[in-house]
């Protein structure tokens, strides 16, 4: 059973930078597809990005070019990179997984199996 805790949301102004952590555990990181997706209250889950198991990374049109997927895999870790922040990003974000090692074409929260408890970030003006 895969077990995701994500860590280091919190509050920023705008412009500056956060990264958040997925620790990853149960399987080898390296087996599944691993996807950030974020949430607003009452709206539906909405993808950021996801990466496959040989590091290639898909960006929603939101964020491309400002946040960047990486990934440790001596550690288990998979990592959100947030730069040039805007007040639209505050959501919950939520680290996720699915069997396998290659990932959808788009970046939809039904495509994902795994989810962990999720953290928060406040982009302030």
């Known amino acids: 059973q895969v077990r995701l805790m994500e860590s280091g949301g919190g509050s920023v102004q705008a412009g500056g930078s956060l990264r958040l952590s997925c620790a990853h555990s149960?399987?080898?990181?390296?087996?599944?597809?691993m996807g950030w997706l974020r949430q607003v209250p009452g709206k539906e889950r909405e993808g950021v990005a996801h990466s496959n198991s040989f590091g290639r990374a898909k960006y929603a049109d939101s964020v491309n070019g400002r946040f960047s997927v990486s990934k440790d895999n001596a550690k288990n870790t998979l990592y959100l990179q947030m730069d040039n922040l805007k007040p639209e990003a505050t959501a919950s974000y939520y680290c996720a997984a699915r069997d396998g090692v290659l990932c959808p074409r788009a970046i939809e929260h039904y495509d994902f199996t795994y989810w962990g408890q999720g953290t928060q970030v406040t982009v302030t003006v």
């Open positions: 149960g399987s080898t990181l390296g087996s599944n597809c």
